[in-house]
Structure formats: structure tokens, C-alpha cells
Nanobody
Framework: VQLQASGGGLVQAGGSLRLSCAAS????????MGWYRQAPGKQREWVAH???????SYADSVKGRFTISRDNAKNTVYLQMDSLEPEDTAVYYC????????????WGQGTLVTVSS
């Protein structure tokens, strides 16, 4: 397994969760990392992105509530999710795309986040 996501679960609205994605060293050192999510009945959507150099970007729907970060020593990318809303309920996927590319090449297996109202 090249990308292993974890940290999903059930949380009440307003609560927090932190997702983790461990990557193989060869992937982490040559790729920008990101998170996507797919809610029931909806298409997968981009959530956040962090380049190899540390530049961050977020979807408008999560800006100000979610924080993406990476630990290069641990080959791990995180998604800290605060002020969660029921609309954040989805399967969250970590991704890796080669530096300079626009399309992810690698995907994690997904971790389910359920936010109850």
C-alpha cells in the first residue's frame, strides 16, 4: 500500500477530527499531497492541497475550518478538521500527484467521516 489513510470516525457537529495519510518515502519526496472527499450520491471533490514546498490551498467550503500539513520526516500528510458540519460527511481520500502535474497519480483507500447534527 503506497498511501494509507486513517483517522475517520463519527463526530458531532462542531467537533474536530484529524486525518492522517502515511505514504511511502519514494512517493512523499516526489509528490505534492492532497485530500479529496466523496459524499453519498455525489462526485468526488477536491478539499485541500499542499505542495512539496509547503504551499497550501483549500476549497472554499472548508477554508478557515480545515488545515492541511505535512511531516516530511514521517512521510505523512494530515488534515485537521475543525468546526465540522453535517455537510462534511464523506469518505475522505488522500492523494499524491507528481510535482508540477495537475492530476493525482496515487490514491489512498479512503476513510469515512460522519458528522451528526
Amino acid at each position: 500500500v503506497q498511501l494509507q489513510a486513517s483517522g475517520g470516525g463519527l463526530v458531532q457537529a462542531g467537533g474536530s477530527l484529524r486525518l492522517s495519510c502515511a505514504a511511502s518515502g519514494s512517493i512523499f519526496s516526489t509528490n505534492d499531497m492532497g485530500w479529496y472527499r466523496q459524499a453519498p450520491g455525489k462526485q468526488r471533490e477536491w478539499v485541500a492541497h499542499i505542495t512539496h514546498g509547503g504551499t497550501l490551498s483549500y476549497a472554499d467550503s472548508v477554508k478557515g475550518r480545515f488545515t492541511i500539513s505535512r511531516d516530511n520526516a514521517k512521510n505523512t500528510v494530515y488534515l485537521q478538521m475543525d468546526s465540522l458540519e453535517p455537510e462534511d460527511t464523506a469518505v475522505y481520500y488522500c492523494s499524491a500527484r507528481p510535482i508540477g502535474n495537475q492530476v493525482p497519480r496515487y490514491w489512498g483507500q479512503g476513510t469515512l467521516v460522519t458528522v451528526s447534527s
